[in-house]
């Protein structure tokens, strides 16, 4: 699976970013779709993940409330809407790819830089 995350940018505190990440190579219907972020000296974040379906989707307890995970299985993408963004979101976002049978996501993108200014 290919995975291309785009949108990220420089916003200010308080305001919104919307990520898309296309995926080709495989049936999208079948894959769960993650996404994560990394800060600069931290380890690797979950962020959250979405069924293929599109229902349930769960988050990391830092962006619950604030972040929302969609797709369009039409388009092969999927989004993640971020709202009220802090500085402390500041990182590189990468999305990620699952088949519903494992646990462990084996497909990544090549990651976008979210910068939050305070």
């Known amino acids: 699976v290919q995975l291309q995350a785009s949108g990220g940018g420089l916003v200010q505190a308080g305001g919104s970013l919307r990520l898309s990440c296309a995926a080709s190579?495989?049936?999208?219907?079948?894959?769960?779709m993650g996404w994560f972020r990394q800060a600069p000296g931290k380890e690797r974040e979950f962020v959250g993940a979405?069924?293929?379906?599109?229902?349930?989707?769960y988050y990391g307890v830092p962006v619950k409330g604030r972040f929302t995970i969609s797709r369009d299985n039409a388009k092969n993408t999927v989004y993640l809407q971020m709202n009220s963004l802090k500085p402390e979101d500041t990182a590189v976002y990468y999305c990620?790819?699952?088949?519903?049978?494992?646990?462990?996501?084996?497909?990544w993108g090549q990651g976008t830089q979210v910068t939050v200014s305070s």
């Open positions: 990620a790819a699952r088949l519903v049978t494992t646990r462990a996501y084996d497909n």
């Open positions: 190579g495989r049936t999208f219907s079948d894959l769960v």
């Open positions: 979405i069924s293929p379906s599109g229902s349930s989707p």
